[in-house]
C-alpha cells in the first residue's frame, strides 16, 4: 500500500474519531513521525498532501531538512532535549514538543536566530509520573509556564505528553482526560495556548475524544521503522 494510501486512511480515522467525540470540536492536526524513515518516503508524504513532520534524532533530522529545503515543510523536535542539541533545534525547527525545563527553554530561547519567527513549543507532561519518562511533572506545570512565558524568542503554544503505555481504553481516557483538564487550566490563564498534543497510533482514539489537538503518527503512515 502506497503512503498516499495510509495517509488516507490516518485521516479516515481521526475524522471518525472527531465524529464520535463530543468533547472535541476543534480541528486535529496529524504530525508524521518520519524519524528512521528515508527522505523519498518523506517526499511521497508531502506529494500526498502531509506537511507536519516530527524528528528525534539531531544529526539525522538536520539532513533531511536540508535535503528538503525544496519543499514547504514545518519540522517538529519531538525527542528528549539534552543541552548539546539545544543550538541545532533553534537554528533548524519551527516547533519542538519536549521542553520540560527551564535551562533547555533559556537555551532555546537564547539560540533562536532573529532571521526566524520565535520557535514554536510545547511542554512535555509527564502525566502518568513514570521515573523512566521525561517531562515535567503536574504539580510543577504552572511555575515552570509563568518563567517560560517570560523568555523572548519563543512561543508557547500548548502541552504534550506520552502516558504510560496500555491498551485499556478507560486507563487511556483517564490519562488523556488529566491533561484535557491541564491544559483546560492553563488556558484560563493564557488564552493564545492552542495545542494540546496528545494520542499516537494505538491511542489517538482515545486522545481525542478527550480534546487533543494533534496526534503523532509514524509506522501507520510510512510502515515499520528501519
Known sequence: MTIAL????????????????????HPVTLLAVSKTHKINKIREAFEAGQRDFGESY????????????DLDICWYFIGPIQSNKTQKIAKYFDWTLSVDRLKIAKRLSAQRPESKRPLNICLQVN????????????????ELVEQIDQLPRLKLR??????????????????????QKLFTLLKSQY???????????????????QGSTMIRVGTDIFGKRN
Open 6 to 25: 495510509h495517509l488516507q486512511k490516518v485521516f479516515q480515522r481521526i475524522d471518525d474519531s472527531v465524529n464520535l467525540s463530543n468533547n472535541n470540536s
Open 58 to 69: 539531531i544529526q539525522e533530522a538536520v539532513e533531511k531538512i536540508i535535503a528538503l529545503s
Open 191 to 209: 488564552p493564545d495556548l492552542d495545542t494540546l498534543s496528545m494520542g499516537m497510533s494505538a491511542d489517538f482514539d482515545a486522545a481525542i475524544a
Open 158 to 179: 500548548g502541552l504534550m505528553c506520552i502516558p504510560a503505555k496500555t491498551d485499556d481504553v478507560k486507563q487511556q481516557a483517564q490519562a488523556f482526560h488529566q491533561m
Open 127 to 142: 502525566i502518568s509520573e513514570e521515573d523512566s519518562k521525561s517531562g515535567v511533572l503536574p504539580t510543577d506545570l504552572l
